[in-house]
Structure formats: structure tokens, C-alpha cells
């Protein structure tokens, strides 16, 4: 089966020397691959670096996903822009909108991808004023709504409680069997033991100082 993402020897940078090095791994259609590692390992650099975000400065990125969802850590998004629920989850699908079309159809989409994460009751609610937990789900109903192939999610666990953890746990299930690739950052043995069937350890390396090494390993 052909990857939807390959990294080959990859290394990544903000401008100066590599933070990442020596990234080799890949994720076919329904399949997960987990990055494991602790705070400031590197983790998210793999993500944007994936998504074109920061510059590869050596070895290879090839990614065939034309929709793409990412999911970023809460804590990394701006409470006080005046947007709903249900404005965060239609941006899912602004990319299949004309110019000035309106939502139409898929505005029924946006609902039921709300739904699906438990918060059909809150569509009207300011997106600022919910929990940590339900932004959360917010973002995930976003990447659902967008029909992904590839999901990219920046330690999709935190702020979540154990109802939710396994709410999560089940839509990654089921984006995997309708065919989306999951890459996903996390410190959580559990998300990658349940959904990914293979792993990336992300690690300080004492020889390159603030680069990382990143050495594959399977998840049993």
C-alpha cells in the first residue's frame, strides 16, 4: 500500500540549526503512527514540518493527502477571537466553497459533526467560553467534518476527562476505517497502544544538543 506520508532522513528548521534530525518513518490510508515523547522533544516540529509549516533542511517529505486536518493544543489557540462552535467546525469545509458560497448542504455536516463529539447543544456557544475539554472536541469535530485523509493531532489527550478519552479513542477508530492516515503527538502510551500501529520515539540526544533523535519502534 502506498504511504500517504513518507519522511526519509528528515531534518527540520526554524532558520537555525536542525531541532529535529534523522526523521524516517511512514503512515498508509487507516493506518496511525504515534510520536512519543516528553515536553519540547520535538514532537509538534515533526507535525508542522509535515505540513509544510517548518523548513525541511535535509532528507525527504512526501505527503499525498489533499485534505488534511489538523488538530492543535488547545492551550496554543487565541480564546478571544469572536468565533462559535459552530464557526470553528465550518471551517472544515471552507475549502470546498465557491467564493461567497454559503454553506448550504453542509451546514447539516457541521451539525452532525458536533453530535458526533457530544456538543450538538452548544453549535451557538462562543467558542472562548467553552472548556478546555470541549474546545477540544470542537477541533475534532472539525477534522471530522473536513472528511480527512491525513489527521494530525498535537497531544490530543490533554484537557480531556475519561469519558472523553475514550469518545476520542472511538473517532479515531473510526477515521482509520474510512480510510484517513492519523499521525498524532502524545506522551500517552495508551492513545498510541490503542490507535496507532506504529510508533516514533522522540528523545534529547546528548550529541547533537538541542536536536533529537528519533528511533522508530512497534507498538505490540
Known sequence: MTPVVSLRDAAFTYGGPAT??????????????????ANGSGKTTVLRGIL???????????????????????????????VTAFDVVAMGVLR??????????????VLDALAKVGLAGRANDRFGNLSGGQQQRVLL??????????????????????????MLLNLLHDLKGEGAAIIT?????????????????????PRFGATHDLVPAYVG
Request: proline share 5%; hydrophobic share 40%; glycine share 8%.
Open 20 to 37: 529535529v534530525e534523522h526523521v524516517t518513518a511512514h503512515v498508509c490510508p487507516g493506518e496511525g503512527l504515534a510520536l512519543i515523547g
Open 52 to 82: 509544510g509549516g517548518v523548513r525541511l533542511a535535509a532528507g525527504e517529505v512526501r505527503n499525498s493527502a489533499t485534505r488534511i486536518a489538523y488538530v492543535p493544543q488547545v492551550a496554543d489557540l487565541d480564546r478571544t477571537f469572536p
Open 96 to 109: 470546498e466553497l465557491r467564493p461567497f458560497q454559503l454553506l448550504g448542504s453542509r451546514r447539516s455536516r
Open 141 to 166: 469535530a472539525r477534522a471530522i467534518v473536513s472528511r480527512p485523509e491525513l489527521v494530525l493531532l498535537d497531544e490530543p489527550f490533554n484537557g480531556l476527562d475519561t469519558e472523553n478519552r475514550a
Open 185 to 205: 503527538s502524545t506522551h500517552d502510551l495508551v492513545l498510541a497502544e490503542e490507535t496507532c500501529e506504529n510508533t516514533l520515539i522522540v528523545s534529547s540526544s
